[in-house]
Every structure is written in C-alpha cells, then in structure tokens.
T-cell receptor, first 109, second 114 residues
Framework: GQQLNQSPQSMFIQEGEDVSMNCTSS?????WLWYKQEPGEGPVLLIA?????ELTSNGRLTAQFGITRKDSFLNISASIPSDVGIYFC?????????FGTGTRLTIIP | GAVVSQHPSWVICKSGTSVKIECRSL??????MFWYRQFPKQSLMLMAT?????????EQGVEKDKFLINHASLTLSTLTVTSAHPEDSSFYIC??????????FGQGTRLTVV
C-alpha cells in the first residue's frame, strides 16, 4: 500500500532542543494527522489539521497543513525525555488514513 | 479524546488455530472502523475497512477469507485470523473515527503464532 514520505527517519537530539519533522505526498489529502507511538502501544493522536494552511498548536507541539495539501510538518519545542517515541504523520481521504514512514526520536541525556 | 479499546493486548497461539481480536469504541459510536497491521520498525498498513451492518472492504493483497471481519454493532468490530501461521505474527491495531475528530487507535494486539 501507499506510504507517505516522512523525514527524517530518525533523530538523536539533546534534551531542550527543538525538533522538526515533515511529511510529503504526491497526492492531496483533506486532513493531516500527527501521531506518536510508543513500543507495544497503538498510536496516540497529537494534532489534527483540517484546512490547507492551518497552523495548530498543542502545548509544545506545533503542526501545519501545507497550502498545497500535499505536505505537513510537526515541530516540538524544548524537548523533554518523555518525547521519545516514533512519530507518524497520516493523510486522510474519504475516512481512510495513509501513514508516513515514521520518525524515531531519541533524546540524548 | 475518544477511547478505543482493543482486546487482547497479546496472544500466543498454535499454528493452524484461529484467533479473534476485538475492537470497541467506548464512548462514541463508530459506523466505520479500520484494521491495520504493523511489522517491527515499520509503519501501519491498512488491511481493511469494517462497516457496521455490511461487508468489510479489504485492501489489495489482503485475503478476506484469512482475515474475517465482523462489525455487528456501532461499538464493536472483530478481526479473526483464521488458520494462523507464523507469518501472520504481527502487531494488529484497530481504529475508529469520531465525527468531527481524527481517528483514534486501540492499544494494539501482538499476535505470535508458534
């Protein structure tokens, strides 16, 4: 099945640093979603974006829905140890989700 | 956010047996639920769309006779892996979408076939 291009694939950062990851697609989506998944768990919804150009924040997280509707980015400010995990973007069209390849975030003490 | 509960969290079964996984939306009704499969260190791949009161819609390459889906009520969908084999071992995750919100996921079921 189709997957969205998500980058970077992995990140190793120090606590307190900002994080940025993005997702691109060759096709348009009506909604962009960002999830975080921890080992052995299902993905947890972080942010949902419904309009092209929309910029939404959730605490230290900020995400934007690209104007072309083919991309989105997620920023995490002032990272903390509990931010560790795998982040997935997902594009939604007709209720179906297509997931990105994931970004594995590791925080270096 | 909405709560989706999946059961069991993990299951070990013998090759050739069948395993049923339940997915429940606890505080909302879901006419549509989705079943995903995730291999280690990979992303989620949609297997099928479960429709309340009608047949499930399977993605290309997913055997409908192998992965039986039943969506008997607005809060429950089940996935039965029939005649399981070791290659069916994987992490299975369901999701349900609450109107006006994004999709919410269950905690996943790790299936190990021995």
């Amino acid at each position: 099945g189709q997957q969205l291009n998500q980058s970077p694939q992995s990140m190793f950062i120090q606590e307190g640093e900002d994080v940025s990851m993005n997702c691109t697609s060759s096709s348009i989506f009506n909604t962009w979603l960002w999830y975080k998944q921890e080992p052995g768990e299902g993905p947890v919804l972080l942010i949902a974006l419904y309009k092209a150009g929309e910029l939404t924040s959730n605490g230290r997280l900020t995400a934007q829905f690209g104007i072309t509707r083919k991309d989105s980015f997620l920023n995490i400010s002032a990272s903390i140890p509990s931010d560790v995990g795998i982040y997935f973007c997902a594009g939604q069209r007709n209720e179906k989700l297509t997931f990105g390849t994931g970004t594995r975030l590791t925080i270096i003490p | 956010g909405a709560v989706v509960s999946q059961h069991p969290s993990w299951v070990i079964c013998k090759s050739g047996t069948s395993v049923k996984i339940e997915c429940r939306s606890l505080d909302f009704q879901a006419t549509t639920m989705f079943w995903y499969r995730q291999f280690p260190k990979q992303s989620l791949m949609l297997m099928a769309t479960s429709n309340e009161g009608s047949k499930a819609t399977y993605e290309q390459g997913v055997e409908k006779d192998k992965f039986l889906i039943n969506h008997a009520s607005l809060t429950l969908s089940t996935l039965t892996v029939t005649s399981a084999h070791p290659e069916d071992s994987s992490f299975y995750i369901c999701s349900a979408r609450e109107q006006g919100w994004g999709a919410f996921f269950g905690q996943g079921t790790r299936l190990t076939v021995v």
